[in-house]
């Protein structure tokens, strides 16, 4: 077994296996151009941006750390990163900023050597370089938390981060150092615990220690805080603030523009696969980091005034308790829940508390042990599982879009038809109206301004933000009665993300309930009409939002109010 090649270890990675299949088998040879790597390029790319907009180097003397020129890269149907240049300094802590499918992750996924340009330069220290797998970009010193997680569910946290190390330490010596690790960082993390036990907070802990032991010389972070609740962004930023004061550069894409502002030295914005501008994120506003990146103003989120919550229950739930699955889960403590027609109700709460195991009791995931303890529109379906809960008219986003929310290897019609087939899309005899299913894809991808080829794309080819907006697209356009969602704008950017919260109060305006779980206060204040917390399993009464505020809510999600 391979065992530093992530590839291997990206077991789930569908982004690079449908990347395979996309291109025919070509997208993990070097290509023929891949000589271009080393040929010496004369021009600095940033300077193409334009004088004004470019910035200098923000640390250190001497050659930059890592230097891209004139990077190219094409999908069959789209090109990704079209003459990019990039340029990082030691020490310093440089963002890439975009609208989803800009072209972000591919650029990060060529500089860590997962996928190959088809043309450009990347400079090293000064020096021409050609990566053509992960294994030379950890040789020079580059380490990377991907996107998509890329782990080993039934291996331990200590197995998958050997695998990735490939280093012979013996396994009691690693468990202690990733111990002191998390521990010296604030990830907490169990080093004996099985992946597939744990939330996606806690896998993506697990992927930023797996980089912090490898001290890295440039550390590549795809969207490392989406998931990682409030509470663990400022130390995490703490950590990331001191390696680079040890010289460690950090290549960091985000779509949370505040944190870029408070946390990167300098960013290069990307739309459309090219390089649109460079900028010192502190020295402008969110809303004007917005705008550079979608090339428009920032859609304004409209909600009518908070009423009075309406007497109709459509979803309730009734002392509901339900053991952990496993030694280390969080088990449902008594849960008392009404979700009412036309309103938004928020579930508060530090990863790994009891989001997974609520969602999954609600959606039919998990069954009740008593009748009478879930009643969906007036029927007791404590017993009854997804579809026929679906059918009485409930939509689900959970929070793992690959794998659960969409099958990678299925095209998007495909997925519309798992979760979306009482749309009319079942004709006698079982048989699928394929028209009709493909109208329903074409129609979500126009309507949530889903980048891909079109309906036969495969899921696994959509960047992270068009994915997540398919998915949400495709429940809310069932027009649910009750719509369960799991960080509903994870991942996306921020004009989908206001057009996501948008589509949210809409459908609560036609008078569905909608429940929210979302790690993110701020979403949770903006759309919310009420907010739980859960810990520890248990949740709290809801409280009006008018009646709360973020310092009250942030205190009970750490136990320390009730
Ligand atoms: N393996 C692939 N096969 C085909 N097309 C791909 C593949 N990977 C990415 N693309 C396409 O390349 C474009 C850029 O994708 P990329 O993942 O780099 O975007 P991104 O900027 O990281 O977006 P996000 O913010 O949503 O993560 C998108 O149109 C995407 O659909
Ligand atoms: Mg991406």
Redesign the pocket.
């Known amino acids: 077994m391979i065992l530093d090649n992530p590839r291997v270890i990206n077991n789930h990675d569908p982004?690079e296996h449908?990347?395979t299949t996309?291109?025919g088998g070509t997208?993990h040879a070097p290509m023929g151009e891949a000589e271009h790597l080393s040929a010496n390029g004369t021009t600095p790319a940033s300077s193409k941006t334009g004088g004004a907009a470019h910035a200098s180097l923000a640390a250190g003397q001497g050659p930059a750390r890592l230097k891209l020129h004139a990077i190219r890269k094409a999908?069959?149907?789209?090109l990704?990163n079209d003459d990019v240049g990039l340029e990082v300094a030691p020490g310093e802590i440089h963002a890439v900023l975009?609208?989803?499918?800009?072209?972000?992750?591919?650029?990060v996924k060529i500089i860590y050597g997962v996928i190959q340009a088809d043309s450009g330069e990347i400079q090293w220290e000064g020096r021409p370089v050609r990566i053509a797998h992960p294994a030379d970009a950890r040789a020079l010193g580059i380490g990377m938390v991907f996107?998509h997680f890329s782990l080993f569910e039934t291996l331990t946290v200590a197995e998958n981060i050997a695998l990735g190390l490939g280093s012979r330490t013996p396994m009691e010596t690693l468990a202690e150092r990733i111990i002191e690790t998390s521990r010296r960082y604030g990830l907490a993390l169990d080093p004996r615990r099985h992946v597939h036990e744990l939330s996606v907070g806690e896998r993506q802990r697990v992927e930023i220690v797996r980089c912090l032991l490898q001290s890295p010389r440039l550390l590549i972070m795809d969207?490392p805080t989406s998931v990682l609740p409030p509470q663990l962004v400022e130390p995490l930023f703490q950590t990331l603030r001191t390696i680079a004061s040890e010289g460690c550069s950090i290549l960091y894409?985000s779509?949370k523009l505040e944190e870029i502002r408070a946390l990167c030295d300098r960013a290069t914005v990307?739309r459309a696969g090219r390089v649109t501008a460079t900028c010192r994120p502190a020295e402008h506003s969110a809303s004007e980091l917005a705008e550079m990146m979608i090339g428009r103003e920032l859609p304004r989120v409209t909600r009518a005034a908070v009423s009075a919550v309406a007497p109709e229950v459509l979803l309730a739930v009734d002392k509901l308790t339900i053991p952990p699955s496993h030694r280390y889960g969080t088990g449902l403590q008594s849960i008392q829940l009404a979700l009412h027609a036309g309103e938004i109700l928020g579930i508060a709460g530090i990863s790994g508390n009891g989001q997974t195991e609520l969602l999954d009791a609600l959606c039919g995931e998990s069954l009740a042990e008593r009748a009478g303890q879930v009643r969906l529109c007036g029927q007791d379906v404590g017993r009854i599982g997804v579809a026929g809960r679906r059918s009485l008219g409930l939509a689900t986003v959970v929070e793992e879009r690959q794998g659960r929310g969409a099958v990678p290897a299925l095209s998007l019609t495909q997925n519309a038809l798992l979760t979306a087939s009482r749309q009319g899309f079942l004709r006698g005899g079982g048989l699928v109206d394929r028209k009709a299913v493909r109208r329903f894809t074409e129609r979500c991808i126009e309507r949530f301004s889903v980048?891909?080829s079109g309906p036969e794309a495969l899921a696994g080819?959509?960047?992270?933000?068009?994915l997540q907006r398919f998915i949400v697209g495709r429940e809310l356009m069932q027009s649910p009665r009750v719509l369960l969602v799991a960080q509903p704008t994870w991942?996306v950017?921020v004009g989908a993300a206001a057009f996501i919260r948008q589509s949210l109060l809409d459908l609560r305006e036609r008078a569905a309930a909608v429940l929210v779980i979302s790690d993110d206060l701020d979403e949770l204040f903006e759309i919310c009409d009420r907010i739980a917390v859960i810990a520890g399993g248990k949740l709290s009464a809801p409280r009006p939002i008018a009646d709360t505020d973020e310092a009250e809510i942030g205190l009970m999600m750490a136990g320390a109010k009730g």
């Open positions: 982004i449908n990347a996309a291109t997208a999908w069959p149907t789209v990704a975009g609208e989803n499918g800009a072209g972000k992750s591919t650029l996107q969207e894409i779509h990307m980048r891909c080819s959509l960047s992270g933000g068009n991942g950017d």
